[in-house]
């Protein structure tokens, strides 16, 4: 009987160990070409950018012009896009909490 537990227990728990022991995923841009021998970087979550620094910084000039691209920061709090304030880590009222003493 118990060798049959603890053949029962290896079955279950073999998935959940061979899950753990895949590798990490690879996260490193890849160098690429365009169709026009342009060289650019292609990261893992879709984003692409040029090599070339004069490139890229044209490109940010052109992409910063649309509104989808004014988003803010990942780790910033508040900030509507009509015009809130952003506060970004490290100022004194980044996580304060809030105001009302009844929350408190």
Known sequence: MKALCSILMLAVLSPVLAADA???????????????????LLHPNG???YVDAKKAEMAKKVADQYPENRTRPVDAQGGLIAGGRLIMPG????N?????????
């Open 22 to 40: 895949q590798p990490a995923l690879e996260r490193t841009p890849v160098e690429a070409v365009t169709g026009r021998g342009e060289k650019v």
């Open 47 to 49: 984003r692409w950018e």
């Open 91 to 94: 100022e004194a009222d980044y």
């Open 96 to 104: 304060r909490g809030s105001l009302n003493p009844k929350l408190r």
